[in-house]
């Protein structure tokens, strides 16, 4: 049986280890995203790497869970900080009210063939439109972000063919 689409994916962008199923393998990231909920802690870990700018081709930054400013200003507070970020290491900064991360990713950021790594549990929504797309902890959405690995196992695959038709 020939490979499917996340394994063609995932051999495009080996950076080491074997392309074989259950072995562990590190693959390049083209993409990040983080959101408010997420990301703040993403971010003080990148920044504590003493990278001086993302090396990834796009990392974004959304504001789309910890919208509501009431009650107290820490929202607000992580807000700035992000915002800030962002400009600082050539992040791209979606302000609040653009829309829910994956879904906007998808729709105004998503590139077949790239590989993208999200800390948000929805990033698998990119690989509707033929990214591998995967939703990871912030320390690795970091790690990716200052041009490191991820690193995963070889994935096994599944055929499954359907046949019949569909009543009405």
């Known amino acids: 049986m020939g ?3 996340a394994q063609k994916l995932i051999d495009s962008h080996l950076v080491s280890g074997e392309a074989v199923q259950g072995k562990e393998v590190n693959i390049r990231i083209d993409q990040t995203l983080t959101q408010d909920a997420t990301g ?5 870990q990148f920044e504590a ?3 001086p700018r993302v090396r990834t081709k796009l990392s974004v930054s959304y504001v789309d869970h910890n919208t509501l400013q009431y009650g107290g200003f820490e929202n607000a507070d992580d807000h700035r900080f992000l915002q800030t970020l962002a400009s ?7 302000r609040p009210g ?8 998808l729709e105004r950021f998503g590139v077949p063939g790239q590989t993208l790594l999200g800390s948000d549990s929805h990033t698998p ?6 990214m591998l797309a ?3 902890g912030g320390l690795d959405v970091a790690v990716a972000m200052g041009g ?8 096994r695959v599944v055929l499954v063919n359907l046949k019949g038709k569909l009543r009405r």
């Not at 703040?40 to 003080?44: D, V």
């Not at 600082?88 to 979606?94: A, L, T």
């Not at 653009?98 to 990713?105: A, K, L, P, R, T």
């Not at 929504?125 to 033929?130: A, L, Q």
């Open 88 to 94: 600082k290491y050539g992040i791209y900064f979606s």
């Open 134 to 136: 995967i939703g990871a």
């Open 3 to 5: 490979k499917n689409v």
């Open 40 to 44: 703040t802690m993403a971010y003080l």
């Open 148 to 155: 490191g690995p991820f690193n995963l196992v070889y994935p």
């Open 49 to 51: 790497m003493g990278v």
């Open 125 to 130: 929504t990119s690989g509707g439109i033929g």
């Open 98 to 105: 653009n829309g829910i991360c994956h879904q906007v990713h």
